[in-house]
């Protein structure tokens, strides 16, 4: 089944730029999804395909997507960014949705 | 605007069985593909299951597969999850959620707790 790995955990200090990974094989010829999860708060779309942003959400926050990796982006970091961000593929080949681990992001 | 209910979560004993609802508002559940996935304790989130918008198509994790059934009333414009031979392993908060166009889980529920336990 597809794997996908991200990083438990990644620090920044306000202001700064956030980047948070999601390695899988050739993930870059699947549409990746990201989700934040702020404590003790349901799951909220952030990024659909690769790197489109629904509405609501800043253009603070971009992604990307190639190779064996997806980038999740999030420039001028607030103390309000924290929280845990998961990336998700559909796995045609399992027709199983897929997720990350999730990383951790901590605002210094 | 797109609202998702979660309900009927509970704690039961092992080898028990439950069924969850998520009530649907704001849109036509029968117009899309929807979700549920869970979040143990701490843990991430995992997949569960999807429901076609049609209805004729369901897929399931591995972990369920066989206990858990995903169906709709589309009359009631709710989804269900019902959950059969329940395990420790299966205790989660529960969320559903819709599917866009591409895939992605664009709205959520606030989730339901199923706690298995002896």
């Known amino acids: 089944s597809f794997v996908l790995t991200q990083a438990p955990s990644v620090s920044v200090a306000p202001g700064e730029t956030a980047r948070i990974t999601c390695g899988g094989n050739?993930?870059?010829?699947?549409?990746v999804h990201w989700t934040r999860q702020k404590a003790g708060q349901a799951p909220v779309e952030v990024i659909y395909?690769?790197?489109d942003r629904p509405s609501g959400i800043p253009e603070r926050l971009s992604a990307s997507n190639s190779g064996n990796t997806a980038t999740l982006t999030i420039s001028k970091v607030e103390a309000g960014d924290e929280a845990d961000y998961f990336c998700?593929?559909?796995?045609?080949?399992?027709?199983?949705?897929?997720f990350g681990g999730g990383t951790k992001l901590t605002v210094l | 605007q797109v609202q998702l209910v979660e309900s009927g979560g509970d704690v039961v004993q092992p080898g028990r069985s439950l069924r969850l609802s998520c009530a649907a508002s704001g849109f036509t559940l029968s117009n899309f593909d929807m979700d549920w996935v869970r979040q143990a304790p701490g843990e991430g989130l995992e997949w569960v299951a999807i429901?076609?918008?049609?209805?004729?198509?369901?897929h399931y994790a591995d972990s369920v597969k066989g206990r858990f059934t995903i169906s709709r009333d589309n009359s009631r414009n709710t989804m269900y999850l019902q959950m059969t031979s329940l395990t420790l392993q299966d205790t989660a908060v529960y969320y559903c959620a819709k599917n866009r166009e591409g895939g992605s889980l664009d709205s959520w529920g606030q989730g339901t707790l199923v706690t298995v336990s002896s």
């Open positions: 429901l076609s918008s049609d209805g004729t198509t369901k």
């Open positions: 395909n690769d790197s």
């Open positions: 998700q593929v559909w796995d045609t080949n399992t027709d199983h949705r897929v």
């Open positions: 050739n993930i870059g010829i699947k549409s």
